[in-house]
């Protein structure tokens, strides 16, 4: 496909990490590729912005996010739900939801434990399926705390892969919903897999910096068999603090590629 192209393959990588993650800054691409400096990702988003595969956009005058087109998702086949517009606190959700995957990706390769995720915009997408706006809306709206915020798999060096479903709390909701969302999670950690559900899981993780929040999910847990299957931690502070050194797998030294790098 490339041949009658002028995208190059780390292009179609770029697109495919944003169309999966949602909105990501251009930081996070640097991040994820490893690249040797912050000015040669501008220059792939903006080509990518001009070919109309990405949208920019800046809310509140600060924090500048990218995210994929329509034509984006007809370019590469990946199955997940295209964001329209930008939110703060969609954005703020999306963002570090991203922090989290990359968090874990790099942690995992020094550790040398196999980690792999998929995002809600893909279970999203592969539990509502096709349709019209209005209709799929009404589907999403149905079943929006059946679906995970993202799904890490960890697989250890014996081969067991351990399926965590992940949340994101950046607001304590109503007990009520924090009682029927546990209701699910009992289901899901009885080791049953349930009707529309992609996976099975053996852990639930959630992750907030308000004590408030931290205090109605371990509160809520408590009634349920399965309560130590599930725990809430704070966002890791190298993410909060921008650390990234530190968890960075070793050889990302931020140095210039050798003279043959193309893409």
Do not use: C
Request: proline content about 3%; charged content about 30%; glycine content about 4%.
């Amino acid at each position: 496909m490339l041949k009658y192209t002028s995208l190059k393959e780390k292009d179609l990588d770029y697109i495919n990490f944003i169309l999966r993650n949602g909105m990501v800054t251009a930081k996070q691409i640097m991040l994820k590729f490893q690249e040797p400096n912050i000015h040669r990702v501008y220059r792939r988003l903006k080509k990518l912005v001009d070919k109309k595969y990405l949208k920019h956009e800046k809310i509140a005058h600060k924090v500048g996010v990218y995210f994929g087109t329509l034509d984006a998702r007809k370019l590469t086949n990946v199955s997940v739900t295209v964001p329209t517009k930008a939110t703060i606190y969609t954005i703020q959700h999306d963002l570090l939801i991203t922090d989290l995957v990359l968090f874990y990706e790099f942690q995992a390769a020094k550790q040398g434990v196999e980690f792999k995720y998929r995002t809600e915009r893909e279970i999203r997408h592969s539990m509502i399926g096709e349709g019209d706006n209005q209709s799929k809306l009404k589907a999403y709206n149905a079943k929006r705390d059946r679906i995970p915020d993202a799904v890490f798999f960890f697989k250890s060096a014996d081969g067991k892969v351990t399926t965590t479903w992940v949340e994101l709390e950046l607001n304590k909701k109503e007990r009520k919903r924090y009682d029927e969302k546990f209701k699910l999670f009992e289901e899901l950690l009885s080791g049953e897999r349930i009707e529309e559900q992609p996976y099975s899981y053996d852990q639930v993780i959630y992750f907030a910096d308000d004590a408030k929040i931290h205090k109605v999910i371990n509160e809520a847990k408590q009634r349920l068999i399965n309560a130590n299957k599930i725990s809430v931690r704070k966002i890791p502070s190298v993410i909060v603090e921008e650390r990234w050194e530190e968890v960075m797998p070793s050889g990302s030294n931020g140095e210039e590629p050798g003279a043959n790098t193309t893409n």
